[in-house]
């Protein structure tokens, strides 16, 4: 790299603002991962670059020494065709491509896939022909800045606070974040709004897709390497779908279909819960060609109902509640019932104690440890383990035979105290004793811990 170039070094200073990379300045420019600006002459073009490689020369830059263009290498300058030149060639360098199907000055042709109409501008990508005095500085276009985070990953030091994303109506969405809590809002929106948190996910205003393009008004994508957290809805009806991470999703007014996604998801309602009732029903689906079979929930105030997919828990302004009875939440009342007894286990404060360790990434079977710990201390008998079990599960009197051989599995190493324990949570003797099946319909509540 030029060293006496402070104008290529903006630009890469930029650029890794921008991904996960660093660039280092090097004197020894024959050597692969290296970019070597250059000058040399050039018959037909300004500039041109080579693709990263295994070669030495991979992602080599070189630009016209006799100006045949007038460029203006020597004393480059924001908002001069040079700043285009350099960030267009740069973008080679780094592995972008053309955007159209024509041949350039070295008669090549890039591969497909390629943009249509419109967004072959410099205003969607610098990587275009199709030039504009909007787009000459060290600046990339938002389709840039997607295939280049799609590459590389999102520079995480960068919009790394709890980022606020305002959905605009009127202008296309690229969401891209480092790190934080973030959230994107639809909240001022006066249509209805699908939106995905998923990266790479086409979203839109409206219910149903009015145009292909994502750089058309009103379209929403969140970047690859991008992590949001947390979705607001409009007030009107939406689909509002999550990621892996553990989101917060509020609809709003309206009746919005909202999907989880993986994680532990959590739907946030801004009335109490009281206000709202609860419709427990098997959810009929299809991937790959198999009928899939799952849980879902209708929230319904008044003449407005929200279904739910996927969501582990409901946030009201009075209560938590916890639905995931087939998950953390279910394994929590088992465990409470089977330790304390049929009457602790939907105490509010100890079901949230258990769903933050389980969320947290305790096992059941870990819980289950540390629980006995908690109960019988950390040197418990076998005999005191099984004795506590039997009593909660199926009552008094204990027999000394029926208590001895069950002791004698943990003694001989068939099981861990946990590991019986476990087994015996998910005994229908305890699931029934606690109602398992009654508040999978009704969800249990919680108090957040900690």
Do not use: C
Request: aromatic share 10%; hydrophobic share 35%; proline share 3%.
């Amino acid at each position: 790299m030029l060293r006496s170039n402070p104008f290529t070094r903006s630009a890469l200073e930029y650029i890794a603002s921008l991904i996960d990379i660093s660039f280092i300045e090097q004197s020894n420019v024959d050597v692969i991962n290296t970019i070597s600006f250059a000058n040399n002459s050039q018959s037909a073009s300004g500039g041109y670059a080579y693709e990263p490689s295994a070669f030495s020369w991979g992602s080599d830059v070189y630009i016209d020494k006799d100006e045949v263009f007038n460029i203006g290498y020597q004393n480059p300058e924001q908002g001069k065709y040079v700043a285009y030149l350099w960030m267009h060639e740069i973008g080679h360098a780094l592995g972008l491509k053309h955007p159209f199907d024509e041949e350039n000055a070295s008669g090549d042709v890039a591969a497909p896939p390629y943009l249509q109409g419109d967004e072959d501008t410099t205003k969607w990508t610098l990587m275009s022909y199709n030039e504009s005095p909007n787009e000459f500085y060290l600046k990339y276009s938002p389709l840039d800045i997607a295939a280049l985070q799609y590459l590389y990953g999102v520079n995480k030091k960068t919009r790394a606070g709890d980022d606020v994303y305002i959905f605009n109506e009127n202008e296309p969405n690229f969401i891209w974040d480092g790190s934080g809590n973030d959230t994107i809002d639809a909240s001022s929106s006066s249509e209805s709004v699908t939106i995905f948190l998923k990266p790479g996910y086409h979203g839109f205003k409206g219910l149903t897709k009015k145009y292909e393009l994502i750089t058309a008004p009103g379209q929403i994508t969140v970047n690859f390497g991008t992590e949001i957290e947390n979705l607001v809805g409009s007030d009107q009806t939406d689909v509002l779908t999550g990621n892996e991470l553990n989101n917060l999703i509020t609809g709003g007014a309206g009746g919005d279909t909202i999907d989880g996604a993986e994680g532990i998801d959590t739907a946030v309602y801004t009335v109490n819960f009281g206000d709202v009732s609860l419709d427990n029903f098997i959810d009929y689906g299809s991937s790959g060609g198999n009928i899939q079979l799952g849980a879902a929930w209708n929230v319904i105030s008044g003449d407005e109902t929200d279904t739910l997919r996927n969501i582990e828990r409901l946030k009201f302004n009075d209560k938590h509640i916890a639905l995931d009875l087939d998950g953390h939440a279910g394994e929590t009342v088992k465990l409470l019932g089977l330790l304390l007894g049929k009457d602790q286990a939907t105490d509010a404060t100890y079901v949230g104690e258990g769903l933050k360790l389980l969320d947290g990434g305790m096992t059941y079977e870990q819980l289950m440890s540390a629980a006995l710990d908690v109960v019988l201390g950390a040197d418990a008998s076998s005999l005191s383990v099984v004795e506590l079990i039997w009593n909660n599960v199926i009552g008094p009197p204990t027999p000394a035979d029926n208590i001895g051989q069950y002791a004698a599995l943990i003694d001989n190493g068939t099981y861990t105290s946990a590991g019986l324990a476990v087994i015996a949570a998910d005994h229908s003797l305890n699931t029934t004793a606690i109602d398992l099946v009654g508040l999978s319909q009704t969800g249990v509540e919680y108090l957040p811990y900690g």
